[in-house]
């Protein structure tokens, strides 16, 4: 029994800028905090402020994900996790 719908290989997987998406992210936040900010009805009511604290935490979390992923991408000066590569 033969099978004439053979599966084809999965394409390899592709590569993302994911600091660009990042940084396009912190930009999209900062506009909102800027509009936001603009906005009487976000500083003046309690209950819509969490609306201008998301904007800034968006804003900063962005700028923690890029400094992990560059933390992540710098090269290790710690020979014994240099060497561990070596052996792989």
Do not use: C, E, Y
């Amino acid at each position: 029994m033969t099978d004439d719908h053979s599966l084809k290989p999965a394409p390899p997987p592709r590569q993302v800028d994911t600091a660009r998406i990042v940084r396009f992210g912190i930009v999209l936040f900062a506009i909102a905090t800027v509009v936001l900010l603009a906005l009487p009805w976000s500083r003046d009511n309690p209950d819509n402020r969490v609306w201008l604290w998301t904007a800034i935490a968006g804003v900063v979390l962005g700028f923690a994900g890029l400094a992990i992923m560059r933390w992540q991408r710098a090269p290790s000066s710690d020979s014994s996790h240099a060497a561990a590569h070596r052996k792989k």
